[in-house]
């Protein structure tokens, strides 16, 4: 079987983490690289949780450090504990082994798409900064990829310094946002859809009790466990496997519905409604459609999706 080669640029991140494992479970995806952005957590430690989760899980791929800091705006991290303080819920990575690759993360990006021509996914699912990066010093990166996919944005948002108009990883970066959502054609899997598509406790307790508890099989269950008890306990939003949607409507077409639809980002630091994608749903605006928006999703597939990838860890 022709695999498809896929990138993953993330901040992990609990549902960074989930993506990562849901795509390695996948024998006809090829993890080529896992680049780290600022994010969730500061760069340092999506650095480490990017490495501790290829060590863990055993890929063999690049790791790639990015940007640490957004295009224009300073950092900003996500005060709630949706992802834990080491950002990874209860997993902490403290003894690594594995190196970075010398490259930076828009580099790596950048020499992969061109060396598979044509049949590279990027997966972007954290803050699009190392995106507009590579873009930036690589104006052709686009013609070189077979799809780019984002996790982000959406018809609402979860920025409450917005109004619930941005939704974060757009928000940390708008500026780079615009860039790569106005700049180049992208599917978007935002939180209108990921909202729709959230993991039932009845799930949770379904993929806990499929999960054994070797190494890798014990991270996955133990992203499951602090997912769960987070949403329980806590009322967050970790019962949304966000990220993981994202590469779900890859692996599975009938995860996840597309409209095209004319997308623009508000990156004006003084606008209430900063970080927002503003989408046309209405096709009135006139512009030209620039963009692929996830509007339908069917949860029971996502969700035996994820039952699979735990029963994948706990056969190995
Ligand atoms: O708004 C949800 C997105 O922001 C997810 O990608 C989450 O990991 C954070 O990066
Ligand atoms: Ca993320």
Redesign the pocket.
């Known amino acids: 079987m022709k695999r498809i080669p896929i990138i993953i640029d993330?901040?992990?991140?609990?549902?960074?983490s989930f993506a990562i494992a849901l795509a390695y479970s996948r024998p006809e995806l090829e993890i080529v690289a896992i680049t780290a952005v600022e994010?969730?957590v500061p760069a340092s430690l999506t650095r480490r949780n990017a490495l501790g989760l290829c060590e863990t899980l055993g890929i063999n791929c690049r790791v790639g450090f990015g940007m640490d800091r957004p295009l224009k705006r300073p950092y900003q991290r996500?005060a709630s504990d949706?992802?834990g303080k080491s950002g990874v819920g209860s997993v902490v990575f403290d003894e690594i082994t594995l190196a970075p690759d010398p490259l930076p993360a828009w580099e790596i990006i950048y020499q992969e798409a061109v060396k598979h021509e044509g049949e590279l996914v990027l997966f972007a699912?954290?803050?699009l900064t190392n995106i507009a990066m590579c873009l930036m010093l690589h104006p052709d990166l686009p013609k070189h990829l077979k799809r780019l996919v984002i996790?982000?944005g959406g018809t609402f948002g979860?920025v409450r310094s917005t109004g619930l108009k941005a939704?974060?990883?757009a928000w940390?970066d708008p500026t780079a946002a615009k860039i790569v959502i106005e700049g180049t054609e992208v599917y978007m899997v935002g939180?209108n859809a990921?909202h729709a598509a959230a993991v039932s406790v009845s799930d949770f307790d379904e993929m806990i009790a499929l999960c054994g508890d070797k190494y890798s099989s014990g991270l996955v269950r133990e992203l499951c466990r602090f997912s769960r008890r987070n949403h329980v306990e806590n009322g967050s939003d970790n019962n949304?496997i966000?990220?993981a949607l994202a590469v779900a409507s890859l692996i599975d077409p009938l995860c996840v519905g597309f409209e095209h639809h004319y997308v623009y980002v508000e990156d004006r630091e003084d606008a209430a409604n900063v970080g927002e994608t503003v989408i046309d749903l209405s096709d009135t605006s006139g512009k030209a459609k620039n963009c692929h928006v996830a509007m339908t999703v069917d949860k029971k597939r996502f969700a035996d999706l994820l039952k699979d990838m735990c029963r994948h860890y706990a056969s190995l």
């Open positions: 993330c901040d992990p991140g609990v549902d960074d994010g969730n996500d949706t992802h699912v954290g803050p996790m982000g979860n939704e974060f990883n940390i939180l990921t949304c966000h990220d």
